[in-house]
T-cell receptor, first 114, second 114 residues
Framework: DTGVSQDPRHKITKRGQNVTFRCDPI?????LYWYRQTLGQGPEFLTY????????KSRLLSDRFSAERPKGSFSTLEIQRTEQGDSAMYLC????????????FGPGTRLLVL | DQQVKQNSPSLSVQEGRISILNCDYT??????FLWYKKYPAEGPTFLIS?????DKNEDGRFTVFLNKSAKHLSLHIVPSQPGDSAVYFC?????????????FGPGTRLSVLP
C-alpha cells in the first residue's frame, strides 16, 4: 500500500496528557498537510509543510500544538496538555507540488480526550 | 464565516437515478475546486476536480459543473449505485504566496437506496 498512512488510528487520553501522531505521506510527495475534522464539519486546515519547511499555520493551531517534518518525509503532530475540545479526527494529506494539485488523505487518527 | 457551503446535510436517491450534490462558495478568489468522498472510519478520497477556466469536467459516472457567476458547483452521479453511499465534501482552493489553501464544506451525506 503506497498511500498516506497515519499512526495510531485511535487514541484515548486523559485531559492534560500529551499526545503525538505520525503521518507518512506518499513517498514522492513534497507537500504535507494536517487537518482537523469534528462531527458534522469538513476538514479544517491546521498546518502545511513543503519538504521540511513549515510554511503556513492556521489560527486554529494554538501554542499547545506543534508539528514537525524533520527530514521532509514523515511528520508528527504533538498536542500538549490536551483538552476535551481537542477531541476530533486528525487527518494528514500529501500532494506533489503543482499549479493545481490534488491532496491525498490518510485514514486519520481519532482522538478522544476524557 | 463559512466560505464553502453545502446546504443539504443529507440526500437520498434511488439506485440507478441521478444524484446531484450542490456546493456554494463566497470567495471569488477560489480558482480550483474538488470533490472528495468519505466512508466511515476512512480518510476522504479524491473524486474529481475542476479548474475555474472550465465549466464542466467529466470522469465516468461523475460530472462536476461550475457556474462562476453564481459561485456554485454541483456534482452529478449517474447512475447512482449503493456503493456511492458516503459523505461528499466540496473543497475550494486559492493560490497564496506559498501554494494552495484548501477550504472544505461541511459535507452532504448521500444514501443510495437499492
Amino acid at each position: 500500500d503506497t498511500g498516506v498512512s497515519q499512526d495510531p488510528r485511535h487514541k484515548i487520553t486523559k485531559r492534560g496528557q500529551n499526545v503525538t501522531f505520525r503521518c507518512d505521506p506518499i513517498s514522492e510527495h513534497n507537500r504535507l498537510y494536517w487537518y482537523r475534522q469534528t462531527l458534522g464539519q469538513g476538514p479544517e486546515f491546521l498546518t502545511y509543510f513543503q519538504n521540511e519547511a513549515q510554511l503556513e499555520k492556521s489560527r486554529l493551531l494554538s501554542d499547545r500544538f506543534s508539528a514537525e517534518r524533520p527530514k521532509g518525509s514523515f511528520s508528527t503532530l504533538e498536542i500538549q496538555r490536551t483538552e476535551q475540545g481537542d477531541s476530533a479526527m486528525y487527518l494528514c494529506a500529501s500532494s506533489l507540488q503543482a499549479f493545481q494539485e490534488t491532496q491525498y488523505f490518510g485514514p486519520g487518527t481519532r482522538l478522544l480526550v476524557l | 464565516d463559512q466560505q464553502v457551503k453545502q446546504n443539504s446535510p443529507s440526500l437520498s436517491v434511488q439506485e440507478g437515478r441521478i444524484s446531484i450534490l450542490n456546493c456554494d462558495y463566497t470567495n471569488s478568489m477560489f480558482d480550483y475546486f474538488l470533490w472528495y468522498k468519505k466512508y466511515p472510519a476512512e480518510g476522504p478520497t479524491f473524486l474529481i476536480s475542476i479548474s475555474s477556466i472550465k465549466d464542466k469536467n467529466e470522469d465516468g459516472r461523475f460530472t462536476v459543473f461550475l457556474n462562476k457567476s453564481a459561485k456554485h458547483l454541483s456534482l452529478h452521479i449517474v447512475p447512482s449505485q449503493p456503493g456511492d453511499s458516503a459523505v461528499y465534501f466540496c473543497a475550494a482552493s486559492e493560490r497564496d504566496n506559498y501554494g494552495q489553501n484548501f477550504v472544505f464544506g461541511p459535507g452532504t451525506r448521500l444514501s443510495v437506496l437499492p
